[in-house]
């Protein structure tokens, strides 16, 4: 074949192939299966793609705010195969979540969810395990003192801990990430595992290390691209295998800590969570449809112990940098924690009542922090309608908690960190379109140790020390996007007080 045939017939080929592709998605187009009827409007969509490429990876949140504009509070985009729903606004979250919360119970079960959750646990099961898990949990909870003082004085104690490790920097730079993550999630520790690790533990820190690892592969276009392709993804190394390898090591952290606790287990003493799971196994045993199981144990504590621990620390960090940013209002938290409690006692959640602006100063931090920008992914239970338009079961439901905390019809400075959307007349106020742990049956669980632990947390902090920026060095509000929205690394001075 002479040259010129040549490329003429490659062309040709090039052609031939690119109109064959273009008709394919022509007729693809023309007699795709028909949608469900009357679903919430959104933008046009590609043929079987979708919507797919109008939502980055980098910054989802954000980028539909025209399509939000355009067609309004529901909105319906199409990944793949999948409908997805976009709710805003405080009325219809409450009527999704609230007042219709049997239709918008569940957790949608994706491909990568599946492979790690195996429908376990609380935060991506469903159904009647759902409600043993929950129910158990939440009763747990308040058994191990949650709302008492047990765990509160565990909170102060823990605190001190982290006042002591974190003067040991002299006032010199260093990135409080780890710290943080080991005080957070040493409260959660004692709560499941009856016990609390050192800061030099090195195994410890090996755990901690490959949670947070996880929790940002976890929102990685890797893992995005198994829950589309998962058999492929599944052959393919990747981040998501070192993921899958995080995920098996933290499960194995969870089973030996539940072995050395049948060691030695006496069910006339309860020490912890762990010990109170084995007596429920007992209860239920010959039950065969019970939930309460060794394997769920694995993912309930599990659950407990990454959902405690990373969107807590994960708010404390941005408390630090906003602290650094904004020096006068540290100063305003410096002189309140001065008059009511003083270098001597220890902060109390009793004490919060008389500190309205270190109040405001945690609501704010939660707010502007916004760390779970579009709450966690709902399925629709079973069809039904929303604001008029027709929700199909096994519809995906996001609630947009972002455009809540930073409405400007609500906030007078949305975007810029200011206490003062969280006081009048120099007192507490609540706001109602505040919702950092949701609403509803499904919110979360945690709130109210999270909030002990955010006060006490914040308020030792500020007791002890003045936060600043390194000399030389820029902090910024820039954000990673993993599990939770939360700072990038950054180095901060911790400058003892008195
Ligand atoms: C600042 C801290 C925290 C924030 C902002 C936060 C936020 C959230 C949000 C938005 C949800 C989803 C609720 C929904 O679907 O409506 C959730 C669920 C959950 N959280 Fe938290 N959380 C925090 C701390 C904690 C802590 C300390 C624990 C540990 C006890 C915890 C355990 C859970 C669990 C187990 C779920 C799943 C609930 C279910 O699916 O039934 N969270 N959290
Ligand atoms: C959520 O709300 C924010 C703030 O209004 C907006 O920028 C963003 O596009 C919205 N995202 C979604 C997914 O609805
Ligand atoms: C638990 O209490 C029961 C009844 O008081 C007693 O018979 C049993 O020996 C106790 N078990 C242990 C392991 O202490």
Known sequence: MGFLETVLWSVLHARTLLLGAVAFLFFAYVFRKPGPKNMPPGPPRLPILGNLFQLG???????IQQV?????????????GMYTIFITGLPLIKEALVHQDQHFINRPVLPMQNRIFKGKGI??????????????????????GLGKKSLEERIQEESYYLVQFIKEENGQPFDPHFKINNAVSNIICSVTFGERFEYQDEKFQEVLRMMDEG???????????????????????????????????????????????????????TRDFIDAYLKEINKHKGDTATSFDEENLIYTTLDLFFAGTET???????ALLYMALYPDIQEKVHAEIDRVIGQMQQ??????????????????????????????PREVTADTTLAGYNMPKGT???????????????????????????????????????????????????????????FIFFTTLMQKFTFKPPDNEQLTQDFRIGITLAPVKYRICAIPRA
């Open 57 to 63: 990876f980098k910054e989802p949140h954000l980028q």
């Open 68 to 80: 939000v504009k355009k067609y309004g509070n529901v909105i319906c985009m199409k990944f793949g």
């Open 123 to 144: 935060i991506m099961s469903n159904g009647q395990a759902w409600k043993e898990q929950r129910r158990f949990t939440l009763t747990t909870l308040r058994n191990f």
């Open 215 to 269: 929790m940002s592969l976890l929102a990685s276009p890797w893992c995005k691209l198994y829950n589309m392709f998962p058999r492929i993804m599944e052959l393919l190394p990747g981040p998501h295998q070192t993921f899958f390898n995080d995920w098996e090591n933290l499960k194995l952290f969870v089973a030996e800590m539940i072995e050395n606790h049948k060691k030695d287990w006496n069910p006339n003493e």
């Open 312 to 318: 807590t620390s994960a708010t404390l960090r941005w």
């Open 347 to 376: 902060p109390s959640m009793a004490l919060r009542e008389s500190m309205p602006y270190t109040h405001a100063v945690v609501h704010e931090i939660q707010r502007k922090g916004n760390i779970v920008p579009l709450n966690v």
């Open 396 to 454: 995906f439901v996001l609630t947009n908690l972002t455009a809540l905390h930073f409405d400007p019809a609500e906030w007078a400075t949305p975007e810029k960190f200011n206490p003062k959307h969280f006081l009048e007349n120099g007192q507490f106020k609540k706001r109602e379109d505040f919702l950092p742990f949701s609403i509803g049956k499904r919110a979360c669980p945690g709130e109210l140790l999270a909030r002990t632990e955010l």
